[in-house]
């Protein structure tokens, strides 16, 4: 009778470079599943013909990363749409009350609490809600969203929240504030900023090949 046994599956030659490794907390014997795991519509994009990722952090692929250059032109964009918001309701209302009120008037308060109310609103809540919805509108326009890190979705509206949370407080910080929008330039390998290293987030391209 012949000694030679076939090799379990786990141990059986992979395509390139040695035998096929069971992920970190995967068990022996089960097969390692592709990074992203395959749906009818992939985290990170179109289908992909890479190799899993079985060594280092868990995360997109490079090619699917967003570049810093129209990262920078989306948080531009954002800024332009919520400076529109706010001053679309300031500026017809305080015409408007120019010409109603006369100086003094105490009619014009709730008015005016109103005002700074919509722009708290609008400044605090708008890119998460619209995050949480798949991405903010800069970055829609851009062809980039905001996902988790370690699995490609859309992130909550918690998630969405903490992330520009962490965002505002490193930024009134000014040193920390601009190293930490460009960190995305040299953080490896997600090109990850400090916001979204805080929140276990990513920017990636909506569509990559």
């Not at 859309?154 to 009134?172: D, E, H, S, T």
């Amino acid at each position: 009778m012949s000694t030679f046994q076939t090799p379990p599956p786990s141990q059986q030659p992979g395509p390139g470079f040695g035998p096929v490794q069971a992920p970190y907390g995967q068990p022996q014997g089960v097969p390692s599943q592709p990074y992203p795991a395959q749906s009818a519509v992939p985290a990170y994009g179109p289908p992909q013909t890479l190799a899993p990722q079985t060594g280092g952090p868990q995360g997109p692929p490079a090619q699917a990363l967003a570049v810093p250059g129209m990262r920078l032109l989306a948080r531009f964009l954002d800024y332009l749409i919520t400076g529109a918001l706010i001053a679309g309701a300031w500026v017809p209302t305080t015409l408007w009350m120019g010409r109603t009120f006369v100086p003094g008037d105490s009619r014009g308060v709730p008015v005016v609490l109103g005002l700074f109310a919509w722009s708290l609103l609008v400044g605090l809540f708008f890119e998460p809600l619209t995050m949480a919805m798949g991405g903010t509108l800069g970055k829609a326009i851009c062809g980039l969203r905001v996902v988790r890190v370690e699995t490609g979705r859309k992130l909550g509206f918690g998630q969405a929240l903490g992330r520009w949370l962490a965002y505002l407080g490193i930024g009134m910080v000014p040193v920390l504030g601009l190293i930490g929008v460009l960190s995305c330039l040299w953080n490896e390998p997600f090109r990850q900023c400090l916001h979204d290293r805080a929140a276990k987030t990513v920017v990636v391209k909506r569509r990559w090949q």
